[in-house]
């Protein structure tokens, strides 16, 4: 009897552990599109199922694109996410190609003087050992060896950072932006707004992997609602959070922007191409951290106009209630002006008489006939 007893409190034993683990496992599945942000998602598909998911998105090819989601642009293998090499992500914008440029240039830098200080290490292993110089040197300094040691390097720490302030200067002093984006972190997911077109704003969840499958997108990269900006614009983005830290980062726009809480950071970018660029929240904010994507879509600016329109529409804002809304503050602005303007030229006709009266005066110097007026005698 007792064995029996044994036996099955075992059993009930691993059963309770099973169900904890699939608990546990349930806790750290990530958020994706179509699920609130807390709940979990499927396992993994198998490749069979991923390619039977692909096979039917492309049957419906001619499908109608949710432009609420994005403006239905295919992702590019070649740029705007990883390569699964070795090299920085091809740029699109001017920041980001001269911040390629000063990494390659340090490179070659560094291994210059890497070689050359091996180099100089082997020989003098070679040329000072104890076999070649059975009486060592007693030379205790070289005044010449001593000021090159010191000045090379100095110019070599100058030239790196001429070139690294102006970069540093470009990157944290944006230009007048054409749009500006408000990106919120949440865990884990991210809230977009666009303050300039009326204050609509969305979640951008991660895409299931059967999901990105379907739509050719790459996994963990891919999202239901995409951040939509037009090619050659100044986007200014505004980036916060909610709850922990985060970061808003997109490699090939070389940006990399922190999400502090109760603080809002700014960063910029002008994109040269269009295309869907990825990133990934890039500071560790919980147990879902890698599974918070970015996904940028670079579209013409006709397409950008449509977009918003959409947006607009979907929470119920009406153009032409922000042209009116921005007219009183035109007019209030160019109302200050005038006023300011009036101001200033009255000013100046008080201040002109005061001279006037001042250096025309009949009687004498001003002190005098100031006294004259009050009734005090002058002195000669």
Not at 32 to 59: L, N, R
Not at 104 to 113: G, Y
Not at 215 to 230: F, G, H, I, S, Y
């Amino acid at each position: 009897m007792g064995r029996f007893t044994h036996i099955a409190a075992a059993a009930a034993l691993a059963i309770a552990v099973s169900c904890g683990g699939v608990a546990a496992a349930q806790e750290l599945e990530p958020v994706t599109a179509g699920t609130a942000p807390d709940s979990a998602i499927s396992a993994e598909t198998t490749a069979d199922e991923s390619a039977v998911a692909m096979d039917a998105a492309e049957e419906m090819g001619a499908e109608e694109v949710n432009v609420l989601a994005g403006m239905g642009t295919k992702a590019d293998a070649a740029m705007g996410q990883p390569l699964g090499g070795m090299d920085i992500q091809p740029q699109v914008t001017s920041l980001g190609e001269r911040a390629n440029n000063f990494n390659t240039l340090l490179l070659i830098i560094m291994t210059v003087v890497t070689i050359f200080v091996f180099a100089l290490l082997i020989w003098a292993i070679i040329r000072f050992r104890r076999k070649a110089n059975p009486v060592p040197s007693k030379t205790t300094h070289n005044v010449a060896i001593e000021i090159l040691w010191t000045v090379v390097p100095v110019l070599i720490l100058v030239g790196i950072a001429v070139p690294s302030f102006g970069l540093l200067n470009d990157q944290y002093d944006p230009p007048e932006a054409d749009v500006t984006v408000k990106a919120i972190g949440h865990q884990w997911y991210w809230e977009y707004e666009y303050p300039d077109e009326g204050g609509f704003s969305f979640d951008a969840i991660m895409l299931s992997n059967e999901e990105a499958a379907a739509a050719n997108e790459p996994k963990l990269l891919a999202t239901d609602n995409r951040v939509v900006v037009p090619v050659g614009a100044t986007v200014k983005v505004l980036v916060t959070s909610v709850d922990v830290l985060h970061s808003w980062a997109i490699p090939a726009f070389w940006i990399k922007m922190d999400a502090v809480p109760g603080k809002i950071n700014e960063t910029w970018f002008n994109a040269e191409k269009t295309g869907v660029f990825y990133g990934q929240c890039s500071e560790l904010c919980g147990t879902k951290h890698g599974f918070m994507p970015i996904a940028v879509e670079v579209v013409e600016q006709a397409q950008y106009d449509q977009w918003v329109a959409a947006r607009q529409a979907d929470a119920g804002i009406d153009p032409a209630d922000l042209i009116e809304a921005d007219a009183p503050a035109v007019a209030t602005a160019d109302a200050a002006d005038v006023a300011v303007d009036t101001v200033a030229a009255n000013a100046g006709g008080e201040m002109s008489d005061l001279v006037e009266a001042s250096t025309a005066s009949p009687d004498g110097t001003v002190i005098e006939q100031s006294a004259a007026d009050s009734g005090v005698a002058t002195t000669e």
